[in-house]
């Protein structure tokens, strides 16, 4: 399989506790992308990166989260002390060239439970 | 503020009849707009997008029509499978191609019966 993919699918984790989780994007493909999605909502754009250039972030990404992409190919989105607020589905994606177009393809997303 | 909306959370379609998902935005400056599909427990899958510059685009049984002027756009499927029963978001960028971070819909659940 080729598609982007994330690990671990699911985590559980107590409050205060730092977790870590990894994208694998379509090998070619030089722009990764990080979402959160909660409950009832679209996914919300959290940052991406051109290569291991952090490029953009959005305001939802706040100071207990970082995203690294260190040589250009995975990448790592870190939340520090958790709060019950993380607990939703972080899916990463990455941009290049489809059947008719170029658009972002999504990987399976990892749900984090923070209890 | 909900700059991309999709004021259907749901939609039921008989089969073979047509399925119309409408969005809705506000933000003038988005320029390429794009639906995804997606299953429970899995990452949204990319179905069809639209640039600005077009009213329409058709790829097999999925239609996307724009309208600028209304800040409106629609996807059509016909005719309706059981398969295609899943949530449908509708996404757009602001960059050309859909390049920089999307903003999404909260989505439409369309149910197709039998």
């Known amino acids: 399989d080729t598609g982007v993919s994330q690990d671990p699918r699911h985590k559980i984790t107590k409050r205060g506790q730092n977790v870590t989780f990894r994208c694998d994007p379509i090998?070619?493909?030089?722009?990764l992308y990080w979402y959160r999605q909660t409950l009832g909502q679209g996914p919300e754009f959290l940052t991406y990166f051109q290569n291991e250039a952090q490029l953009e972030k959005s305001r939802l990404l706040s100071d207990r989260f970082s995203a690294e992409r260190p040589k250009g190919s995975f990448s790592t989105l870190e939340i520090q002390r958790t709060e019950q607020g993380d607990s939703a589905m972080y899916l990463c994606?990455?941009?290049?060239?489809?059947?008719?177009?170029?658009?972002?393809?999504f990987g399976p997303g990892t749900r984090l439970t923070v209890l | 503020d909900q700059q991309v909306k999709q004021n259907s959370p749901s939609l039921s379609v008989q089969e073979g009849r047509i399925s119309i998902l409408n969005c809705d935005y506000t933000?003038?400056?988005?320029?390429?707009f794009l639906w995804y599909k997606k299953y429970p427990a899995e990452g949204p899958t990319f179905l069809i997008s639209i640039s600005s510059i077009k009213d329409k685009n058709e790829d097999g049984r999925f239609t996307v029509f724009l309208n600028k002027s209304a800040k409106h756009l629609s996807l059509h499927i016909v005719p309706s499978q059981p398969g295609d029963s899943a949530v449908y978001f509708c996404?757009?960028?602001?960059?050309?191609?859909?390049?920089?971070?999307?903003?999404f819909g909260k989505g439409t659940h369309l149910i197709i019966q039998p």
């Open positions: 933000n003038s400056m988005f320029d390429y």
């Open positions: 996404a757009a960028s602001a960059t050309g191609g859909g390049a920089d971070g999307l903003t």
């Open positions: 994606a990455s941009f290049g060239q489809g059947e008719n177009t170029d658009t972002q393809y």
């Open positions: 090998s070619e493909h030089n722009r």
